[in-house]
């Protein structure tokens, strides 16, 4: 992810990206956002609902704060590590993760998984060979 979105998302969401420039000892987050820009506006909702959530229920001790270990693109999809949070919590992480699946890693726009040689989520526009499969002809 370019440099200014992960910026963006750090100042925005300080207490869930406190580890961004922690050492790599317990975290992963201080390699950055291990994705494409096209998932910035999925990250920046998820995060939204999670510090909203968490700003209205932690003092009452119902949820702890969310502190991101490692956001990467795994086998094609988003993965969001991290501390803390409750079942709520895990099931927004759920739902963002599986939304990137239709979602263009490159500029967000609606996209299909694929598989090029590695697996990627790609509008018809950034697949662009038209030897990239699509999820359905996937084993």
């Not at 700003?55 to 990467?72: P, R, S, T, Y």
Request: proline share 2%; hydrophobic share 35%.
């Amino acid at each position: 992810m370019k440099k200014e979105l992960d910026n963006a998302l750090c100042a925005k969401f300080p207490k869930i990206f406190r580890d961004r420039h922690a050492s790599g000892v317990d975290t992963c987050i201080h390699r950055g956002f291990e994705c494409d820009d096209g998932w910035y506006r999925l990250i920046d909702n998820l995060c939204g609902c999670i510090q909203s959530y968490l700003d209205a229920n932690c003092e009452n001790n119902q949820a702890m704060q969310v502190v991101a270990v490692q956001l990467k693109e795994k086998l094609g999809t988003l993965h969001f590590y991290y501390r803390g949070g409750d079942e709520l919590i895990a099931g927004m992480v759920w739902f963002a993760e599986y939304l990137s699946s239709s979602i263009c890693e490159v500029c967000g726009e609606p996209g299909q998984i694929r598989r090029r040689g590695w697996i990627s989520v790609l509008c018809d526009r950034h697949a662009g060979d038209s030897d990239a499969s699509v999820n359905e002809e996937m084993p």
